[in-house]
């Protein structure tokens, strides 16, 4: 019998210059995983198990976890194109911590639907799979944004198109640059930190806004990181996140103190990101967030990098 398991990593959102349009993948330099996972095999009839560190966050009912949906909407999409699905029993290893900031739903869905697109043999390309997961994305948090599903789905840093095809581009990566991340254990819903930003930003914040955008991707196919790590500022929205964030200010302080390239809010928080360029920087600025950062026991901290590979699924061994 046919069984499968798909992993999904973390990502940052808006990696603090892109806000909805560019993000990032996660690994930790360890080794370990972080992000979800889902099982699929055939069944009689359609169920959800959940398990993992953060399902008992979850909605308490299957039908409300955003994986059931991505069942049924995959359904729906099949049988638009005429083709045929059988009932399947999936299980979903919840290891994100819900409202992080690391693109805890999205790596839900994406798991879901890849899991589901080799379940079914792949009748579905790339670019059909992550309109349907920003769908999805979309239905979970207000709005639909692609930065952290892309990113997820395909690895890499991902800059949105704002085509249907295709709906990402991949940019050059820094094979020097560590990640320190951490989250602070408190839940920030991405949809009322979406509500508190204002609707329309002045003409000096959108110059300022293209002008990093333009100059991040070019100092990034030039190889000109210092260039590239100097526009990495959140003008659309650290400024008014950053109130949910206790210790924030003084997070940024020490990070930069300690020779990070750039810091910043990963999505819509709490967790937070220095960027650095060695391993050891990374550590020292981990060492201090897991001291002074973390608000409680479900909070944790890591030194990653940008992992080449986004999603994987293959059999279960
Ligand atoms: N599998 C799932 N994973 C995460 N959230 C889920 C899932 N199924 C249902 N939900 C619900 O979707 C909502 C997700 O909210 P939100 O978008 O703020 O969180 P998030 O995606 O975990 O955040 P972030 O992107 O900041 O990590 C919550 O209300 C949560 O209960
Ligand atoms: N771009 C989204 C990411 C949410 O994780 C936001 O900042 O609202």
Same mark, same amino acid.
């Given at each position: 019998?046919?069984?499968?398991?798909?992993?999904?990593?973390?990502?940052?959102?808006?990696?603090?210059?892109?806000?909805?349009?560019?993000?990032?993948?996660?690994?930790?330099?360890?080794?370990?995983?972080?992000? =979800?996972?889902?099982?699929?095999?055939?069944?009689?009839?359609?169920?959800?198990?959940?398990?993992?560190?953060?399902?008992?966050?979850?909605?308490?009912?299957?039908?409300?976890?955003?994986?059931?949906?991505?069942?049924?909407?995959?359904?729906?999409?099949?049988?638009?194109?005429?083709?045929?699905?059988? %009932?399947?029993?999936?299980?979903?290893?919840?290891?994100? %911590?819900?409202?992080?900031?690391?693109?805890?739903?999205?790596?839900?869905?994406?798991?879901?639907?890849?899991?589901?697109?080799?379940?079914?043999?792949? %009748?579905? =390309?790339? =670019?059909?799979?992550?309109?349907?997961?920003?769908?999805?994305?979309?239905? !979970?948090?207000?709005? !639909?944004?692609?930065?952290?599903?892309?990113?997820?789905?395909?690895?890499?840093?991902?800059?949105?198109?704002?085509?249907?095809?295709?709906?990402?581009?991949?940019?050059?990566?820094?094979?020097?640059?560590?990640?320190?991340?951490?989250?602070?254990?408190?839940?920030?819903?991405?949809?009322?930190?979406?509500?508190?930003? %204002?609707?329309?930003?002045?003409?000096?914040?959108?110059?300022?806004?293209?002008?990093?955008?333009?100059?991040?991707?070019?100092?990034?196919?030039?190889?000109?990181?210092?260039?590239?790590?100097?526009?990495?500022?959140?003008?659309?929205?650290?400024?008014?996140?950053?109130?949910?964030?206790?210790?924030?200010?003084?997070?940024?302080?020490?990070?930069?103190?300690?020779?990070?390239?750039?810091?910043?809010?990963?999505?819509?928080?709490?967790?937070?990101?220095?960027?650095?360029?060695?391993?050891?920087?990374?550590?020292?600025?981990?060492?201090?967030?897991?001291?002074?950062?973390?608000?409680?026991?479900?909070?944790?901290?890591?030194?990653?990098?940008?992992?080449?590979?986004?999603?994987?699924?293959?059999?279960?061994?």
């Amino acid at each position: 019998m046919k069984a499968l398991r798909a992993y999904a990593p973390a990502s940052i959102g808006n990696v603090s210059l892109g806000f909805d349009v560019l993000g990032a993948a996660l690994a930790p330099v360890d080794g370990s995983r972080l992000g =979800d996972e889902v099982d699929i095999e055939s069944a009689d009839t359609f169920s959800l198990t959940t398990v993992g560190p953060f399902a008992h966050k979850l909605p308490g009912d299957a039908d409300s976890n955003i994986v059931t949906q991505c069942y049924h909407y995959f359904c729906a999409q099949m049988e638009k194109v005429g083709k045929a699905t059988s %009932p399947v029993a999936m299980t979903l290893s919840k290891n994100l %911590p819900i409202g992080s900031g690391l693109g805890s739903s999205a790596s839900s869905i994406v798991a879901a639907f890849v899991a589901l697109n080799a379940f079914y043999d792949y %009748p579905f =390309d790339e =670019d059909t799979l992550l309109t349907m997961m920003g769908e999805l994305e979309g239905q !979970i948090s207000g709005s !639909i944004h692609y930065d952290n599903v892309a990113p997820c789905y395909v690895g890499g840093m991902t800059l949105m198109t704002g085509a249907t095809s295709p709906v990402t581009l991949s940019l050059p990566l820094v094979k020097d640059w560590y990640y320190a991340i951490c989250y602070s254990g408190i839940s920030v819903s991405t949809a009322a930190a979406r509500d508190i930003l %204002p609707k329309q930003v002045d003409m000096a914040t959108a110059l300022t806004f293209g002008r990093q955008l333009g100059v991040f991707v070019h100092a990034l196919n030039a190889g000109e990181n210092d260039l590239a790590a100097s526009v990495m500022k959140d003008v659309i929205a650290e400024p008014y996140r950053k109130q949910l964030l206790p210790g924030f200010d003084e997070a940024r302080a020490f990070s930069e103190q300690e020779g990070a390239l750039a810091f910043g809010i990963s999505g819509s928080g709490p967790t937070v990101f220095a960027v650095c360029d060695s391993k050891e920087k990374a550590q020292r600025i981990v060492a201090y967030l897991d001291e002074h950062y973390i608000q409680n026991e479900d909070g944790f901290s890591h030194v990653c990098q940008i992992p080449e590979q986004g999603t994987t699924v293959g059999p279960i061994a």
